[in-house]
């Protein structure tokens, strides 16, 4: 029998560190894939199209809703993210572990429609750690931090749906734990 692939949703507030987080699980396992996302947002300098986002017009985004081509979407900070479907089911299919590294708006939705999904919320050690990372990141303005911060609080006060809330306060453990996850749900899956 083939070795079964599996959904997992890595939601964390903005600037908490689920890029660093992930990048670290795919230096230490080669069954972890991410999903490309696509976003009406603006490119960071640095970011490039097909690799950290596919980088879309409202237009065409608006298109792909109406054809149903995302597994989620959500607004976020006034800018529209979603998950291709097709991509990311082709990844489970193909037996690998699909990573979302989303929102939790997004997450929920994911939650709901494909609840064999593994759900994870990283949560961030406090508000103001939280706050001295977006401003470290040097990338948004005053009033985009204020507002990724408000967001931040609701999806904390929201993180009890999650299946596993993973304390991103020293980096080498937050990983150690999700790889834990990672090999016990497997297992369960192909016990
Ligand atoms: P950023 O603008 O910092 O790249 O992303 C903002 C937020 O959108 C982050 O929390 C990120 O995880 C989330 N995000 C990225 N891609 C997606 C997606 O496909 N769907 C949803 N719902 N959120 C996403």
Redesign the pocket.
Known sequence: MSKKGMMVI??????CG??TVFHEILNIRNDVKE?I???T?QP?IGEADGV??FFLSKDKFEEMIENNE?L???S??N?Y????KKAAMDMVEQGKICF????????K?VMKNCPDAVSIFLMPPSIETLEKRLKKRN?DSEEQIAN?LRIAEAEIKSSSVFDYIVVNNELEKAVDEINEILNNELEKRNA
């Open positions: 890595l939601s964390a507030p903005s600037g689920k890029d999903s996302s696509a976003t947002r960071r950290n986002y995302f989620e979407y959500a976020y900070n800018c993210y979603g998950t291709p979302l590294i989303i929102e939790c708006q997004g997450a939705k990338t990724r």
